[in-house]
């Protein structure tokens, strides 16, 4: 999870159906294992427009998400 500008951010991902937060490392990548099913992922950072993305993973698929934040409106 990125600003515009490449910068990773303190972000907080959450999985709709999946209790707590992922953690996410020092460079704004996380990674997380998921049974195959249909999730909403929502994306959000301080003073971020937060984004909601939705993710439908088969049966030992992996999913790649690259995600920039835009700034808030002040």
Known sequence: VESRRGQ???A???IEGRAG???LGRDGRFSVTLP????RLRVSAPGF???THRLQLSEGEQAV???LLLRAAP
């Not at 195959?36 to 999730?39: L, P």
């Open 49 to 51: 427009v937060a984004q």
């Open 12 to 14: 907080t991902v959450t």
């Open 21 to 23: 937060p992922v953690r």
């Open 65 to 67: 998400f690259h995600v």
């Open 8 to 10: 990773a951010l303190d």
């Open 36 to 39: 195959a099913g249909t999730y």
